[in-house]
């Protein structure tokens, strides 16, 4: 493929990947919230520290208990747009690898249901009295969740790609990799999930630092800078063990023509963020440049990703065969509707960011 993925494909196949890309990518940033800011609780609960201020006290844990309830609904609501067009692109690949998950997948409802509530216990003030070792049960229990979910994901985007190994699934019902696989691609998702939630706590942050002492501004600042930093480090690592133990044609695919240019900017992508978190560590505080200079890089880094996830799986699968289904699909009505839907749901999600952010501008500082 000699033009960037999906162009070489026809026009509906085309149009159908790009559409799934990019609305996964959006669902993506808010799971990466999601599931980043949960482990940072579960680690600031569990492990508070012996400073004045406890760490599940400072103000990157307290913003994170105040948001993640509603970082999770924004985060299921964007991924029902991704969770259609797979259904579309990926049809036989998807429906499959769901039915030979089983009970792994049919608890991932339920799982999100759990994980839902427990995130309003953990912000609310009953917690507060509970022992500690409560207290850190239910943070734990609440990452693990979301960790368990996104196991699930990954072990079905691996069975979608491993059709020859269906009917042992199917027989056995042991999954065909090894969990040296399966943490291979999950290392790269978590790891960067940590780069994307330090770039949006920088602009959350940053909004109310003009309230709060240097002594306050300046640790937080630095706390951003190593969790984005070491989650990008993170990421080249297991990026690059990913490459070295992939197969043949995995990697082939990797370093074809239409996929080499998304690894490129997923490099300037990082290079970016890496950028800007050490120039707000030297000065000690959160800017507007400097944190407009990660946000572009992890957007970059998100997207580039994504493009290079699917770009992966196109190469293994046999996409010829999927053509027509995607040109009857073209063929279906419909495209108004979703386009009007999609403009109402992302004016909610964006009405519902400004009024909790209203309210939080109205409440005192968080110590």
Request: charged share 10%.
């Amino acid at each position: 493929m000699n033009l960037p993925f999906p162009l070489g494909f026809p026009a509906p196949t085309a149009f159908y990947l790009t559409l799934y890309i990019l609305t996964f990518a959006l669902h993506q940033a808010f799971m990466h919230y999601v599931l980043a800011g949960s482990l940072y609780v579960a680690w600031t609960t569990s492990f508070p520290g012996r400073d004045s201020v406890s760490r599940n006290d400072q103000p990157i844990a307290a913003t994170l208990r105040d948001w993640l309830p509603f970082l999770l609904s924004a985060a299921i609501t964007a991924g029902v747009a991704p969770l259609l067009f797979i259904q579309i692109v990926y049809q036989k690949q998807f429906y499959t690898a769901n039915l030979l998950l089983w009970w792994r997948w049919m608890l991932v409802v339920p799982i999100l249901i759990i994980a839902f509530y427990l995130l309003y216990l953990l912000k609310s003030k009953i917690m507060a009295h509970w022992p500690h070792i409560a207290r850190s049960l239910v943070a734990i229990s609440t990452a693990a969740c979301f960790v368990f979910v996104g196991f699930c994901w990954t072990a079905n985007h691996l069975l979608s790609v491993s059709e020859a190994r269906w009917p042992e699934v199917y027989v056995t019902g042991q999954l065909p990799f090894t969990p040296f696989e399966v943490l291979a691609r999950m290392g790269i998702w978590i790891s960067d999930s940590f780069a994307t939630l330090a770039a949006i706590l920088a602009w959350q942050l940053y909004r109310r630092q003009s309230d709060r002492s240097a002594d306050i501004v300046g640790p937080a600042t630095r706390n951003l800078a190593v969790m984005a930093l070491g989650g990008l480090g993170l990421l080249t690592l297991a990026g690059l063990t990913y490459i070295l133990t992939a197969a043949d044609k995995t990697r082939d695919s990797l370093f074809d023509s239409g996929t080499l240019p998304y690894l490129i900017i997923s490099v300037v992508g990082v290079a970016m963020q890496v950028a800007g978190w050490f120039q707000q560590w030297r000065f000690g505080r959160l800017t507007g440049l400097w944190s407009t200079v990660v946000s572009t890089g992890s957007v970059l880094t998100l997207l580039a990703m994504s493009f290079a996830r699917e770009a992966i799986r196109a190469g293994v699968l046999d996409m010829p065969q999927l053509f027509q289904r995607h040109a009857d699909a073209a063929k279906v009505g419909g495209f108004t509707v979703f386009l009007i839907f999609t403009v109402l749901v992302s004016a909610a999600i964006a009405w519902c960011f400004v009024t909790v952010h209203r309210g939080l501008k109205v409440q005192p500082p968080v110590a």
